[in-house]
């Protein structure tokens, strides 16, 4: 049974994939209100309101997914996250109509003072000349971050004959041609626009994007209209430029804080604002949830997930095809890992037959994680495996070559220590299994299964049979043994798998027969 707290405002009908899941049990609570039970939840579902800090984190300790039903997921310490191995899924394109129409209806309202007018007449006034507006046709739009929203902002307002200018440094010119917009530098849309909307998400470069430099570089009479991310319009800087009449009026749906409470902005009667509005409608909210809530499904029936920020996308098409790939790679980092028990400073992966063709990405964070289990005390999996091994100074490479060495694929591990080298190498037969067929210089042909022995000896006659009286002693029963040597009578290596894991004092006694060199557990 795994347990998920909701801890925000989710649709209860986007809940609806989890409540049909025997497997799922659902504690709709605030954190504040499930502190003694923090460290027993699976998953956590939010929108915007719970702030996800490594401090929540550190008392969630059975913690795997996240789930942000909504975009934004600047509420989520995702570095902490991802420290921890926890998966961060967000629903990336559920509310994107919602947001973008917000943001239309938003720039309605500034033009034609919608907001004003609405409460004049309800103080029993009838001012007409008061709330004399401007058309939106004719006028030129600049919208900053042309992503999902962004573009949905600018079809509508095409259809309202608007003309449309867009600064986006990742936007590609033949995306910008099919949309019917034209690309420009910042300071072309700043001088251009009669108003402008943002649509960029709330990062290094974007807070305050919109500052006193860059509002200095707008037209006079400008609107600006923020339903992105509070901060990417600097509202400080703002003030003066509402003072002097320079903007003629600002639509604000988020806010560097929120609630803004008693907020200068607030003041200013062209100034309109809603409570972070953008994704509330009902089609969003069930949208987004459930898109999550598929999602965490998803996850603890170990499928892929698609919408993860911090693990690289993978249909489930995709997923099919690297699953046998991604096991493979995770034995064979464990396997080496144990064997060159020793510090290492990098590891090289060469992919080579089907495999080179696949998404590698995550067959290596597969491998590094396999890597790194038995040498981190903490959860160590493909969320933070590359982050992990950063911190640990150990390197990593992935190559692509032709060399199969007769498999239909093959992977390849080097890993290089202080004054060592080791490679093994493994290949996935359809139908049969994994194998390793390469083992420190030796051709072998082993299933990467259960308990592993591997022991290094010369090649003598009856090698066999006294380290198979040892485990008998000891009532180790062997399930397969494999051996492999470089040359008669010289060095060679026997891959054992065991049905139960041995103790020290067995190895020890496996060391004590004469003509072996070495003796190593490994467990997969
Ligand atoms: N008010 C609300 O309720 C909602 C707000 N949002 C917010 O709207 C924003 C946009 O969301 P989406 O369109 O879904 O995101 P998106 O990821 O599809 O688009 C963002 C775009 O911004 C561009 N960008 C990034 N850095 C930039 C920079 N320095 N200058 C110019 N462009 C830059 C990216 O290239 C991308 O095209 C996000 O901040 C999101 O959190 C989203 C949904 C609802
Ligand atoms: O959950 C909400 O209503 C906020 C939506 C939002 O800002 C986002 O999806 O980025």
Not at 23 to 38: D, G, N, R, T
Not at 172 to 196: F, N
Not at 296 to 318: R, Y
Request: net charge negative; glycine share 8%.
């Amino acid at each position: 049974m795994f347990r998920i707290l909701v801890s925000d405002a989710i649709s209860e009908e986007g809940l609806t994939p989890l409540r049909k899941s025997e497997q799922m049990e659902i504690v709709q609570k605030k954190v504040s209100e499930a502190e003694a039970e923090l460290h027993q939840f699976d998953a956590l579902l939010v929108r915007s309101a719970t702030k996800v800090t490594e401090e929540l984190l550190s008392k969630m300790t059975n913690l795997k997914i996240i789930g942000r039903a909504g975009v934004g997921v600047d509420n989520i310490d995702v570095e902490a996250a991802t420290k921890r191995g926890i998966v961060v899924i967000n629903a990336p394109n559920g509310n994107t109509i919602s947001a973008a129409e917000h943001t239309f209806a938003m720039m309605a309202a500034l033009v034609r003072h919608i907001p004003q007018a609405h409460i004049s007449v309800k103080s029993r006034e009838w001012n007409r000349s008061a709330f004399v507006g401007t058309e939106l046709q004719g006028k030129h739009l600049g919208i900053i971050g042309f992503g999902r929203i962004g573009s949905e902002v600018a079809k509508r307002a095409r259809a309202f004959g608007m003309t449309v200018h867009v600064y986006d440094p990742f936007l590609t010119k033949e995306r910008a041609e099919k949309l019917g917009v034209s690309i420009h530098t910042l300071d072309e849309v700043l001088a251009c626009s009669d108003i402008i909307t943002v649509h960029t998400p709330l990062t290094k470069e974007t807070k305050g994007l919109l500052g006193e430099k860059n509002l200095a570089k707008t037209k006079k009479g400008v609107y600006l209209i923020n339903c992105a991310r509070g901060g990417i319009i600097d509202e400080q800087a703002l003030i003066p430029f509402l003072q002097n009449g320079h903007v003629a009026g600002v639509a604000l749906d988020v806010f560097e804080q929120e609630p803004p409470g008693d907020h200068p902005l607030l003041k200013f009667d062209n100034v309109i604002v809603t409570p972070h509005l953008g994704a509330s409608t009902v089609e969003a909210q069930l949208n987004v949830a459930t898109q999550v809530a598929e999602e965490i499904l998803q996850f603890f029936e170990g499928k892929p997930v698609t919408s993860s920020i911090n693990l690289p996308a993978l249909s489930k098409d995709v997923y099919d095809k690297i699953q046998a790939f991604y096991h493979l790679a995770k034995k064979m980092g464990m396997i080496a890992s144990q064997y060159m028990n020793i510090p290492v400073q990098e590891l090289s992966v060469t992919y080579a037959g089907t495999v080179a063709d696949l998404e590698t990405t995550y067959i290596t964070r597969s491998l590094l994680a396999g890597f790194l289990r038995p040498r981190v005390a903490s959860t160590v999996n493909e969320v933070n495996a590359t982050m992990i091994a950063k911190e640990r100074g150990i390197t990593y490479g992935e190559k692509f070559s032709d060399e199969t060495h007769g498999y239909a694929n093959c992977i390849s591990l080097t890993v290089h220590g202080e004054n060592k080298t080791f490679t093994i190498k493994g290949s996935h037969i359809p139908n049969y299994g994994d194998r390793i067929v390469h083992f420190d210089g030796f051709a072998i042909d082993f299933a990467p299964e259960g308990h592993l022995l591997y022991i290094q000896h010369q090649d003598r006659p009856g090698m066999i049979g006294k380290v198979g009286n040892v485990l008998g002693e000891h009532q180790v029963n062997i399930a397969t043994m494999q051996v492999g040597r470089q040359e008669a009578g010289g060095k060679a290596i026997m891959l054992l798998s065991l049905d139960k894991p041995i103790d020290d004092a067995v190895t020890q006694k496996l060391t004590e027969i004469e003509d072996i060199d070495a003796v190593k557990r490994l467990e997969v």
